[in-house]
């Protein structure tokens, strides 16, 4: 009597460790034709919408009515290698080695416009209201050559913000509070030594506090120092709804100084003025600027600022503007990798082969982040150079970045992406239905963006808040401009300015998906397949 | 064709998830609305350039996109269960049941669409008052007895109407509820997005116009109608143009492709 020997596979063995399972989504998802062409879809049309934008934003200046349209000029260089406004009246002497200059300023005053510009070219202050600006400032400067963007080290009054020692452009110090007036004057020092310049500031004249000390490295041996006034365009901008508008002008400050004394080498001549401008700056024509030496007293006029430039827009941001065609796409995918399950019942089947849930949820997490991070690293890092060159080509300017920058922003658009499609997951699992899960992704991260951004829908107040806390501040990690305290500028998200740094707002994003992760995995465990 | 009405509004009536999914579309649209009317200061003396009817119909951005939820449902969870196949039996005539889905659908999102617009407009009015938007800076009381607030309240509920049949025949067309309601969230949100980073004045001007969402949004604007590259019928008329080529599309696809 024959007996029957049971049935056994001839196959081995398999094992059940976590690298097997992360085999088996991959597997899933690259043997999905849609899904691999959703994911190919993305990249391109980041692409695709980063060159439309490139190639269709011209930007041109016209000197006169008849003349030909010229590219946008860039803004000076300053010594970080960023973009700076230098714009001012220098009074001069040129200063040969380690020396000091020392004054007394006694009054600030100014004119604003606010009609958009000037009457005339002979007469432009016509019209013009008194007042100072806040960041209207007169003091003492050395700098390294009248170059716009050379390096500098200034100590100066504000018309409000007190006292401040500011060098190369992006740094500020505060000094004494209060304004400058008759009653009280301020005394300024600045002194040179080597490649230190050490800024004091005193009320009497015979109390004396260090505000800073600037290194400025490869300082020359001579120097042009002296007196400066400058004042930045007066604004003011009205933060209701309904298109914020804005209205100003350029503006004037004057400085009158007394007590003036130089110690070291100088030339025993007199004073050279010199207004230091390009066209393209906010700032009234010469004939309105200069300055009068009398009985030991000096007044200078001057019109511009001296600071990091913040007029213009996020250039690299603007060329990944296709980055949300792309995250729609991958959200929707994000959300198929675990709602495909539900609909054809093969939850089942992954869920007997892999008992621990969490698991399941971890492999694809970790599969669907990984090729949608690739995807998204190769669409930022051909997206961006790409765009870069067809906005120079219509006449852009295109900002120095830093490469610490730019690879902040071609990691973070791939991190983004990776996150927003994990968000999609996590969602889809939660809800198992595709519609409803796609549509609270999409609508929590596109619609707050979008009714942010786009200046007019909501006050800027709501616009804030809404970047602040919701899914779309993660596209914060895109921003590369940077705000300064001493520039008074509109910095709202129409503008182009997050409420939050890059990488906090990326952090937001990552806190939704953690926090719907979460939830996905407690649900997961607690409800049937 | 009064019977396969009957069985779609039967389908869609018996779905646990329609009601509540238009509920939740009249309320947050309500809600949304009233956040943003809520939100603005007009400073006394200065001239804010604010649109009253639009701020107060702000919600209708959120509330599109659960209408769309809900139309979407309506054809591809049909497919995901195999129930497409059990009405296509029922009904062959294949364009009746696109027919008939397209009317419940509507129906039931005008109905939805005229209660949230109401509610909006009446928060809004009673808001916006409160915020220096009076008679004393030129604003007239937000009110549907207004010639201007009344287009832009009914023309909300039209445009809700036709972003639901927009859903419709884009999820026939494409059958999947995750590829259908990401090709209408794209349609809707990207044309804003491009047009506000594209500066070149022609191609933002264009962009603006065909935009499904922007130009049909121009039937809410109540001042400063001169600005706009379309006049209000116009530009929901642009979002009834994308409308009817989806419900084409659907069309033609649920009648030559096997279900």
């Given at each position: 009597?024959?007996?029957?020997?049971?049935?056994?596979?001839e196959?081995?063995?398999?094992?059940?460790?976590?690298?097997?399972?992360?085999?088996?989504e991959?597997?899933?998802?690259?043997t999905?034709?849609?899904w691999?062409?959703?994911?190919?879809?993305a990249?391109?049309?980041i692409?695709?919408?980063?060159?439309?934008?490139?190639?269709?934003?011209?930007?041109?200046?016209?000197?006169?009515?008849?003349?030909?349209?010229?590219a946008?000029?860039?803004?000076?260089?300053?010594?970080?290698?960023?973009?700076?406004?230098?714009?001012?009246?220098?009074?001069?002497?040129?200063?040969?080695?380690?020396?000091?200059?020392?004054?007394?300023?006694?009054?600030?005053?100014?004119?604003?416009s606010t009609?958009?510009?000037?009457?005339?070219?002979?007469?432009p202050?016509?019209?013009?209201t008194?007042g100072?600006?806040?960041?209207?400032?007169?003091?003492?400067?050395?700098?390294a050559?009248?170059?716009?963007?050379?390096?500098?080290?200034?100590?100066m009054?504000?018309?409000?913000?007190?006292?401040?020692?500011?060098?190369?452009?992006?740094?500020?110090?505060a000094?004494l509070?209060?304004?400058?007036?008759?009653?009280?004057?301020r005394?300024?020092?600045?002194?040179?030594s080597?490649?230190?310049?050490?800024?004091y500031d005193?009320?009497d004249?015979?109390?004396?506090?260090?505000?800073g000390?600037?290194?400025?490295?490869?300082?020359?041996?001579?120097?042009?120092?002296?007196?400066?006034?400058?004042?930045?365009?007066?604004?003011?901008?009205?933060?209701?709804?309904?298109?914020?508008?804005?209205?100003?002008?350029?503006?004037?400050?004057?400085?009158?100084?007394?007590q003036?004394?130089?110690q070291?080498?100088?030339?025993?001549g007199?004073?050279?003025?010199?207004?230091?401008?390009?066209m393209?700056?906010?700032?009234?024509?010469?004939?309105?600027?200069?300055?009068?030496?009398?009985?030991?007293?000096?007044?200078?006029?001057?019109?511009?600022?001296?600071?990091?430039?913040?007029?213009?827009?996020?250039?690299?941001?603007?060329?990944?503007?296709?980055?949300?065609?792309?995250?729609?796409?991958?959200?929707?995918?994000?959300?198929?990798?675990?709602?495909?399950?539900y609909?054809?019942?093969?939850?089942?089947?992954?869920?007997?082969?892999?008992?621990?849930?969490?698991?399941v949820?971890?492999?694809?997490?970790i599969?669907?982040?990984?090729?949608?991070?690739?995807?998204?690293?190769?669409?930022?890092?051909?997206?961006?150079?790409?765009?870069e060159?067809l906005?120079?080509?219509?006449?852009?300017?295109i900002?120095?970045?830093?490469a610490?920058?730019?690879?902040?922003v071609?990691?973070?658009?791939?991190?983004?992406?990776?996150?927003?499609a994990v968000?999609?997951?996590?969602v889809?699992?939660?809800?198992?239905?595709s519609?409803?899960?796609?549509?609270?992704?999409?609508?929590?991260i596109?619609?707050?963006?979008?009714?942010?951004?786009?200046?007019?829908?909501?006050?800027?107040?709501?616009?804030?808040?809404?970047?602040?806390?919701?899914?779309?501040?993660?596209?914060?990690?895109?921003?590369?401009?940077t705000?300064?305290?001493?520039?008074?500028?509109?910095y709202t998200?129409?503008?182009g300015?997050?409420?939050?740094?890059?990488?906090?707002?990326?952090a937001?994003?990552?806190?939704?998906?953690?926090a719907?992760?979460?939830?996905?995995?407690?649900?997961?465990?607690?409800?049937?397949? | 064709?009064?019977?396969?009405?009957?069985?779609?509004?039967?389908?869609?009536?018996t779905l646990?998830?329609?009601?509540?999914?238009?509920?939740?579309?009249?309320?947050?649209?309500?809600?949304v609305?009233?956040?943003?009317a809520?939100a603005?200061?007009?400073?006394?003396?200065?001239?804010?350039?604010?649109?009253?009817?639009?701020?107060?119909?702000t919600?209708?951005?959120?509330?599109?996109?659960?209408?769309?939820?809900?139309?979407?449902?309506?054809?591809?969870?049909?497919?995901?269960?195999?129930?497409?196949?059990?009405t296509?039996?029922?009904?062959?005539?294949?364009w009746?049941?696109?027919?008939?889905?397209?009317?419940?659908?509507?129906?039931?999102?005008?109905v939805?669409?005229?209660?949230?617009?109401?509610?909006s407009v009446?928060?809004?009015?009673?808001?916006?008052?409160?915020?220096?938007l009076?008679?004393a800076?030129?604003?007239?009381?937000?009110?549907?007895?207004?010639?201007?607030?009344?287009?832009?309240?009914a023309?909300?509920?039209?445009?809700?109407?036709?972003?639901?049949l927009?859903?419709?025949g884009?999820?026939?067309?494409?059958?999947?509820s995750?590829?259908?309601?990401?090709?209408?969230?794209?349609?809707?949100?990207?044309?804003?997005?491009?047009?506000?980073v594209?500066?070149?004045?022609?191609?933002?001007?264009h962009?603006?116009?065909l935009?499904?969402m922007?130009?049909?949004?121009?039937i809410?604007?109540t001042?400063?109608?001169?600005?706009?590259p379309?006049?209000?019928?116009?530009?929901?008329?642009?979002?009834?143009?994308?409308?009817?080529?989806?419900?084409?599309?659907?069309?033609?696809?649920?009648?030559?492709?096997?279900?």
């Amino acid at each position: 009597m024959a007996t029957l020997a049971p049935y056994r596979s001839e196959l081995r063995t398999g094992r059940d460790g976590f690298a097997q399972l992360l085999l088996a989504e991959w597997t899933k998802f690259r043997t999905v034709r849609g899904w691999v062409i959703g994911m190919v879809v993305a990249l391109l049309v980041i692409v695709g919408l980063g060159a439309l934008t490139g190639a269709n934003s011209e930007c041109g200046v016209q000197l006169g009515p008849n003349s030909p349209t010229l590219a946008c000029p860039a803004p000076a260089t300053g010594p970080g290698g960023e973009w700076v406004t230098d714009s001012f009246y220098f009074v001069r002497q040129p200063m040969a080695g380690n020396g000091s200059i020392t004054v007394r300023v006694t009054s600030l005053t100014g004119l604003y416009s606010t009609s958009g510009g000037f009457a005339s070219d002979q007469n432009p202050t016509s019209g013009m209201t008194p007042g100072v600006q806040p960041w209207s400032k007169a003091g003492i400067i050395v700098k390294a050559s009248t170059r716009q963007g050379a390096a500098y080290a200034a100590l100066m009054v504000t018309g409000g913000h007190g006292v401040r020692m500011q060098w190369d452009f992006t740094h500020d110090v505060a000094g004494l509070a209060g304004k400058v007036s008759a009653a009280s004057p301020r005394w300024l020092r600045l002194t040179r030594s080597g490649d230190t310049i050490t800024g004091y500031d005193s009320a009497d004249g015979a109390h004396w506090t260090r505000v800073g000390a600037a290194t400025l490295a490869g300082l020359p041996s001579t120097t042009q120092s002296g007196l400066f006034a400058a004042s930045p365009g007066y604004s003011v901008n009205t933060t209701s709804l309904g298109g914020g508008s804005s209205k100003g002008g350029p503006s004037l400050a004057t400085g009158t100084f007394d007590q003036v004394s130089q110690q070291g080498t100088w030339p025993a001549g007199r004073w050279t003025g010199q207004d230091i401008q390009r066209m393209t700056d906010v700032a009234l024509p010469a004939s309105a600027q200069g300055f009068t030496q009398a009985a030991g007293r000096l007044t200078v006029t001057g019109s511009g600022d001296i600071a990091p430039d913040t007029g213009d827009v996020d250039t690299i941001k603007k060329t990944l503007a296709g980055t949300f065609a792309g995250l729609i796409a991958v959200v929707v995918i994000g959300v198929m990798f675990i709602t495909a399950e539900y609909r054809r019942g093969l939850i089942r089947t992954t869920l007997a082969a892999s008992p621990r849930r969490g698991r399941v949820l971890a492999a694809k997490a970790i599969v669907l982040a990984t090729v949608t991070f690739a995807a998204g690293l190769v669409a930022a890092a051909v997206t961006i150079p790409l765009g870069e060159r067809l906005l120079h080509e219509s006449g852009n300017p295109i900002p120095p970045v830093t490469a610490l920058t730019w690879l902040q922003v071609v990691a973070g658009t791939a991190a983004l992406l990776a996150v927003s499609a994990v968000l999609g997951l996590a969602v889809g699992t939660l809800l198992r239905r595709s519609a409803g899960a796609v549509t609270a992704v999409i609508a929590g991260i596109v619609l707050p963006y979008l009714l942010a951004t786009i200046p007019g829908i909501l006050p800027v107040g709501a616009e804030q808040w809404l970047l602040r806390v919701t899914p779309a501040a993660g596209f914060a990690v895109q921003q590369t401009l940077t705000q300064y305290a001493q520039v008074h500028t509109v910095y709202t998200p129409g503008t182009g300015y997050f409420p939050l740094s890059p990488w906090a707002g990326f952090a937001v994003l990552c806190a939704w998906a953690a926090a719907a992760l979460v939830l996905a995995l407690f649900l997961l465990r607690r409800r049937d397949a | 064709m009064s019977d396969v009405v009957h069985a779609e509004w039967t389908k869609l009536r018996t779905l646990p998830g329609t009601g509540w999914l238009l509920l939740a579309a009249a309320a947050l649209t309500a809600a949304v609305g009233t956040i943003a009317a809520n939100a603005v200061t007009c400073p006394a003396g200065s001239s804010c350039q604010i649109d009253p009817a639009k701020v107060s119909l702000t919600g209708i951005d959120l509330g599109q996109a659960i209408v769309a939820i809900v139309a979407v449902t309506v054809i591809s969870g049909e497919y995901s269960t195999g129930m497409m196949r059990v009405t296509l039996t029922a009904t062959p005539g294949r364009w009746r049941v696109l027919a008939a889905k397209g009317a419940v659908v509507g129906a039931a999102t005008l109905v939805t669409g005229a209660v949230a617009v109401l509610a909006s407009v009446l928060a809004g009015g009673l808001l916006l008052d409160r915020h220096g938007l009076t008679p004393a800076h030129g604003y007239e009381a937000l009110s549907l007895g207004d010639g201007t607030v009344l287009r832009a309240a009914a023309g909300s509920v039209l445009y809700l109407g036709l972003i639901a049949l927009l859903s419709l025949g884009v999820a026939a067309a494409v059958r999947d509820s995750a590829v259908a309601i990401g090709v209408v969230l794209a349609l809707l949100f990207l044309f804003p997005i491009l047009s506000n980073v594209i500066t070149s004045p022609g191609l933002h001007r264009h962009l603006e116009q065909l935009s499904p969402m922007t130009a049909g949004q121009y039937i809410q604007a109540t001042t400063n109608l001169r600005s706009l590259p379309l006049t209000p019928w116009q530009g929901l008329g642009v979002l009834a143009a994308w409308t009817a080529g989806a419900m084409l599309a659907g069309a033609l696809v649920l009648r030559f492709r096997d279900a």
